[in-house]
């Protein structure tokens, strides 16, 4: 269960102040699929840098498990991301110079995951992308779709709770756009993990359970939440 | 993160930027090589200084003179104010005893002024010149052939130098050991000029074959013998003679483990003039040492400007790696995390120059012979001597001083904002 409640932000000094975030309240439940939907500024990647402990809004609160985030320590915050959180991001930020292993190796790296423990959760991550025959690959030799499987399989190695994909297909054609949204939507429903989606794209936002459209800073509508809790 | 973790990651970073890593290291290596190419320099210099003065004196020996100046002027004293024995700059028996008992000296020999008439093979054979000379101290002597204990002639024992081997017809150096010479010691006449009336002949077993060496900054060609030989031959050949038992120096000799310097002092206080080798050798050492860290200094001047190289390319190394940084902070990576990767990324660049340094600094030492034969030195002379342990000081030193350097650039890296980072544009 993510609650956010009364989330403010601003950017800028007094006179150019700029309101990102403006009384922002929802709730998402545990395991559902969520898109932010909005035009680009209207505040949905603040609302996700918000959500993940990235951006410290001025007011309000994020309750995630009972545990509003924002009064976390820094290293808390960092220890939350590192065990509980994962990101895919429109431009992959694959390691183009590390090989497909060494990327997915990267979040249990900084978890602190045991050296014995790791070979096999990275074999199984790039299992699950269809990655396993090019675990030796460089990243820089993959293609786009393949660069976003591989991100999708750095995101998963950990077991994460909560997964946040801020565009995940914005830089893909519509075929292995479709192959990641799958991956995606089937990992949110076999494993129960929440899949935060920020996006413009309502075809994608459709897919999810439920729908949050940000304006101005400011929640236009929520659609879907109630089909998301039954 | 595991620092392991950090390191492999650091290293492969370092590995990404091949021709960076290796001009930032290059420039540390520079510096790295002059200074272990100058402790080098150093370290033979004072081995070879140390082997010169084991050759050329005995450390533990002190020469004790009779002092000349008495009082605070330099100014000559009025004739018939001071003591006989001071005026005349000699030693006696009684100052010997008087030495004695200065606490650490063990052993005493006055320089005993001796001569002999001729040696020879054996009663019959040709006569030769011989020089005699007393072995007082424990001066280490190069030897072609046979062994000394404690560098100490044996009693009724004599070195003979190589140049006289043929002449007392000895085949080969090894051939003389343990065989005998005669030595005619006369005992000079009462009157001055007169002619000997007494003499004796003296077996002695010849104990080793000494040789010329470089290392030996005065070498005599004479005859070694021990000081109770010596002794007895003076008193034969003085018994007679005016002046009996005066010396101008003794040998002093200092217990092992005791301060020389201390017994040293404590027979000047009992009013004797004392030179001791440890003199000439603290102003030799001191020389070097001034060269060496004179040296060592230019080298300390490329690590320093080498610093500026390692912080440039750090900073470009974080400027191009800001995605990366942006992505490990947001899966969790803590400031630390991400400062500790870079501060070993300049650990691994200070280490690589380092060893780059010291490899090619030992390389050099390929050309000690060389060395040693364009500066006409003692055959097997290592000018350049490499302390293992100096080397691991000094590349741990460099890693240090990377990390430093590191610092600014580790910091900022740190302090990054991941969503500044990770903002596509």
């Known amino acids: 269960m993510i609650e956010v409640k009364s989330i403010t932000k601003t950017y800028g000094k007094k006179h150019n102040a700029f309101l990102a975030l403006d009384d922002v309240s929802f709730s998402i439940p545990e395991g559902a699929s969520v898109a932010i939907l909005g035009k680009s500024g209207s505040g949905k990647s603040t609302l996700m840098h918000a959500m993940s402990g990235l951006d410290r809004p001025e007011l309000g609160e994020i309750i995630i498990d009972g545990k509003d985030i924002l009064k976390l320590k820094t290293k808390q915050i960092d220890n939350f991301r590192a065990h509980q959180m994962s990101f895919i991001f429109q431009s992959f930020f694959v390691q183009a110079n590390e090989s497909c292993y060494d990327n997915v190796s990267l979040p249990l790296e900084i978890a602190g995951v045991p050296i014995g423990q790791r070979r096999r959760k990275i074999e199984a991550a790039l299992e699950a992308v269809e990655l396993i025959d090019k675990k030796k690959s460089r990243a820089r030799d993959l293609s786009g779709g393949q660069r976003q499987r591989l991100a999708i399989a750095r995101a998963i190695v950990n077991d994460p709770k909560i997964l946040f994909a801020d565009e995940p297909t914005g830089n893909l054609d519509s075929v292995t756009g479709g192959v990641v949204e799958d991956l995606l939507f089937r990992y949110n429903k076999d494993r129960g993990v929440t899949l935060i989606i920020v996006t413009h794209d309502a075809d994608l936002a459709n897919k999810c359970d439920m729908q949050i459209n940000i304006k101005d800073g400011k929640i236009e509508s929520i659609t879907g939440q109630k089909g998301a809790n039954s | ?425």
């Open chain 2, 1 to 425: 993160m595991k620092t392991r973790d950090i390191v492999v990651r650091a290293g492969r970073s370092l590995r990404q930027a091949k021709a960076r890593t290796l001009l930032t290291s290059l420039a540390i290596s520079v510096g790295a090589f002059t200074v272990t190419l100058a402790l080098a320099a150093g370290a033979g210099g004072q081995a070879y200084t140390n082997s010169l003065i084991k050759n050329n004196g005995d450390a533990n020996n002190l020469a004790v003179l009779a002092k000349i100046d008495t009082g605070e002027s330099d100014a000559p004293k009025e004739y018939g104010t001071a003591s006989e024995s001071k005026k005349q700059g000699i030693l006696t028996d009684k100052d010997i005893e008087k030495i004695k008992k200065v606490d650490g000296v063990t052993d005493i020999t006055p320089e005993y002024n001796i001569n002999a008439a001729y040696m020879m093979r054996s009663e019959g054979s040709k006569k030769y010149e011989a020089p005699l000379s007393i072995k007082t101290d424990r001066t280490a002597i190069p030897l072609t052939a046979g062994s000394l204990e404690n560098n100490m002639v044996p009693v009724g024992g004599v070195i003979v130098p190589e140049d006289y081997l043929e002449a007392l017809g000895f085949t080969s150096a090894g051939d003389a050991i343990g065989k005998t010479i005669i030595v005619h010691i006369e005992k000079p006449s009462m009157m001055i000029g007169g002619k000997s009336t007494e003499s004796q002949d003296k077996a002695l077993k010849i104990a080793a074959v000494d040789k010329k060496s470089t290392t030996v900054l005065r070498y005599q060609t004479a005859l070694r013998i021990s000081a109770e030989d010596g002794k007895a031959i003076y008193e034969y050949q003085s018994s007679n003679a005016p002046g009996n038992n005066q010396y101008y120096t003794v040998n002093a000799r200092v217990a092992e483990g005791k301060d020389v310097k201390a017994v040293q002092s404590a027979i000047e206080s009992a009013g004797y003039s004392v030179f001791s080798l440890q003199d000439i050798q603290e102003t030799l050492f001191q020389f070097i040492n001034i060269v060496q860290w004179g040296a060592a200094g230019f080298g300390f001047l490329a690590i320093l400007a080498s610093i500026f190289g390692i912080i440039n390319t750090q900073y470009i190394s974080v400027l191009e790696r800001t995605q990366q940084i942006g992505l490990m902070k947001a899966l969790g990576a803590r400031r630390k995390d991400v400062g500790r990767l870079f501060r070993y990324e300049a650990a691994w660049v200070g280490f690589l120059g380092g060893a780059i340094g010291t490899i090619l600094a030992v390389a050099t030492s390929l050309f000690n012979p060389a060395i040693t034969k364009s500066l006409n030195l003692e055959e097997g002379t290592k000018l350049l001597q490499f302390d293992p342990i100096t080397s691991i000081v000094l590349i741990a030193g460099l890693m240090f001083v990377a990390v430093m350097a590191g610092y600014f650039p580790a910091r900022k890296a740190a302090k990054l904002d991941p969503i500044e980072a990770l903002r596509t544009e």
